[in-house]
């Protein structure tokens, strides 16, 4: 079974950092690409970040030079770092992989992000 549980969310002034945590069990984790995305009330979810097996990342225009995901193997574990947040940064943030062996997507259950101004 499957299980993406995500952490780290919380209350944060505009500047401020917040680092998000995605424990993954139940998948051979080194092999996965693992995404997180978003969202906002009334909007879309889309994709914030994403890091490969082999550690190549790629993010949102929104998010570049401020927020950075990696990854590690040994815990089963991908994080993300959230700097100079902003007010448009807040929503739930969620984790996502797609298991190259069955090719069906999982996701976590979120964490609310929430950034004051």
């Known amino acids: 079974q499957v299980q993406l549980v995500e952490s780290g969310g919380g209350l944060v002034q505009a500047g401020g950092s917040l680092r998000l945590s995605c424990a993954a069990s139940g998948i051979i984790f080194s092999i996965n690409a693992m995404g997180w995305y978003r969202q906002a009330p009334g909007k879309q979810r889309e994709l914030v970040a994403r890091?490969?097996?082999?550690?190549?990342?790629n993010y949102a225009d929104s998010v570049k030079g401020r927020f950075t995901v990696s990854r590690d193997n040994a815990k089963s574990t991908v994080y993300l770092q959230m700097n100079s947040l902003r007010p448009e940064d807040t929503a739930v943030y969620y984790c996502?992989?797609?298991?190259?062996?069955?090719?069906?997507?999982?996701w976590g259950q979120g964490t609310q992000v929430t950034v004051s101004s």
């Open positions: 996502n992989t797609v298991s190259v062996r069955s090719n069906r997507s999982y």
């Open positions: 890091i490969t097996s082999t550690g190549s990342a």
